[in-house]
């Protein structure tokens, strides 16, 4: 498999061209099950499994895990930075240095998996609740230099979860049969 397809398994996301509300309770579905989703796919994985890269110099399936945990709260918080305030600049991380803190060895995958789901539900809480004008407020990504939708930013976080579902199911794949 070419490298692109170990680092994109889904392909690069791509964001919406135009507002198509249609969308959004898709995308909502998408964060409500994933937590669930993810949990039934690692439920029987061995620590091996759980410390084996979906490709050479990739992370771990418990790295993804808890880069799951730390990219989802911070997009929680930027969405309630951009529903309160008016275009704010965000913060950006470094995720590869977050990802090797001592937490994501640690911490319990199970237990980061709980985490996600608690989180999970309380942004669906927040997501379900806004209107369509909501989804068109923004805020500024430093990385990016442009404003960015809750709108765009929902469509990349329903991508992020496939993304790295598909990275775990990668290490499935290189088990010997």
């Known amino acids: 498999m070419s490298d692109a397809k170990l680092r994109f398994p889904v392909g690069r996301f791509e964001p919406p061209k ?37 490709r050479k110099d990739g992370w771990t399936v418990r790295q993804v895990v808890h880069h799951l945990g730390d990219s989802h709260l911070n997009s929680l918080v930027r969405f309630k930075l951009a529903l309160t305030e008016e275009e704010p600049v965000i913060k950006a991380y470094l995720e590869d240095k977050w990802v090797r ?29 806004m209107s369509e004008n909501d989804f068109k407020r923004s805020f500024m990504h430093p990385e990016h230099g442009r404003l960015v939708s809750l709108y765009e930013a929902l469509a ?5 979860c496939n993304h790295h579902l598909a990275h775990i199911l990668l290490v499935e794949q290189q088990l010997p049969e």
């Open 101 to 129: 803190l001592p937490d994501g060895n640690c911490f319990p995958v199970h237990s980061a998996i709980s985490f996600l789901g608690v989180l999970h539900a309380r942004w669906v809480c927040l997501l379900e609740g």
């Open 18 to 54: 135009e507002f198509n509300p249609e969308m959004i309770p898709i995308w909502i579905g998408t964060i409500r099950n994933f937590p669930e989703t993810l949990e039934q796919t690692i439920q029987s994985y061995s620590p091996k499994m759980l410390d084996t890269p979906y």
């Open 156 to 160: 990349l976080y329903a991508w992020h």
